[in-house]
């Protein structure tokens, strides 16, 4: 058996912060390898890249979740004991109750609400002077989220909703006082989660039977037990919490529109389009970096033993992104996607695998037909000017978006 190549230095931590999409990629690459050996915050740790690596990553039973997520993330992101940290059956079967939210007669009502609110919402933005539409995207989406979960939303907390779910994803990953704001605010969105919970429990909240808030508070787990509401509340949050997040492909979406205006024109003339473009923003801007895992027990591939106990870190981006699998991986090119097949493992912005039995992200057709509806307001329902700004990626931040949030101007409802 061979041992693992290993990166320069004892700890990669702060090489992996101050390049959280290249890191893993760019160190392989160096190293003539698929996988290397390194510490990240004093752990040994194993990182891997490309789709024979998300292959063994999604498929071998020595690879488990629990564990594996640094706390500060918990603290922030994810909360504690949600499905993430789950494995084996105890996930399966958690796992059911995410995958029962997204029947597509569900996923289009929600594209529908989006498109009536994008109308109303386009009435104020005629009066005024900018529109600044990741920030616009955010507010729409937590509307929407908690509407099709059965969280009701006063006009009232619109704002500070919006704020708590973008601090969860947006400044989880970050140090200093934000992350100390994104804690604060995993803390009180779990607290008016729970209440919420609480309420549909005892009746003093009706909501539909197939929204989110009523299946996580009547689901019970394998021991037949109810979650217990701070567990339900985190499960409540992984689904609104996430609908939110996906103002930020929305942004990006809007970038690749304006760098690419021949894409506005072929939206416009065919609907068809709109798959292969909002795919191709999927994998071609950047997300999350990396999924993390750990080795319950030894396992061997490809001749390199495993150790029991290692964190192994899956890059998301790089896998997106390599050149095995995929050409001119750096230019944006919608049309790779118009006769792609399927393959869960070289295209992993949401995670790889199966949706039922891994960890793979159970809202991705949300996040699709959510950047499809934007994107189709964008191009056929109204006219707008972007002036100058600074739309270069903001690469220190996670996800990368635009630095000026995606600045429009003299926006027009068509008639
Ligand atoms: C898991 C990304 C939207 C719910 C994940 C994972 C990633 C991801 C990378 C982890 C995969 C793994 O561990 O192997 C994203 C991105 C989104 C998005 C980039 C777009 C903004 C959504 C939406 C929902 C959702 C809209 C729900 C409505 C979840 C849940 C999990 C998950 C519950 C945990 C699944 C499990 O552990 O089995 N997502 N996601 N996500 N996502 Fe998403």
Partial sequence: MSSIPSSKGFDSTLSLLSNPYGFIAETCHALHTDLFETRILFQKTICMTGAAAAEVFYSEDGLVRAGSMPKRIQKTLLGEKGIQGLDGEAHRHRKQMFMSLMASERIEALENTTRDLLDRYARDWEAADEVVLYDQAREILTRIACDWSGVPLPEAEVETRTAQMTALFQDAGAVGWKHWGARLARHRAERWAAGIIERVRDGSLQTRQESAAHVVATWRDLNGELLTSKVAAVELLNVVRPIVAVSAFIAQA??????????????????????????????????????????????????????????????????????????????????????????????????????????RCPGEWIAISQMKAFCSFLVNAINFEVPDQVLDLETGELPPMPKSRFIMRNVRRRQ
Avoid: C, M
């Fill in 254 to 359: 809007a970038h690749a529109l304006h760098r690419h205006p021949e894409w506005r024109q072929k939206l416009k003339d065919d609907e068809g389009q709109f798959e292969p473009f909002v795919q191709e923003v999927r994998r071609f801007y950047p997300f999350f970096p990396a999924v993390a895992a750990r080795v319950k027990r030894d396992f061997e591939w490809r001749g390199y033993r495993f150790p029991e106990g290692y964190r192994v870190l899956l890059d998301l981006y790089g896998t997106n992104t390599d050149a095995r699998s995929w050409d001119a991986p750096q230019e944006f090119r919608p049309e790779r996607f118009q006769d792609r097949e399927d393959n869960p493992y070289d295209f992993i912005p949401q995670g790889g695998g199966d949706h039922h039995k891994n960890h």
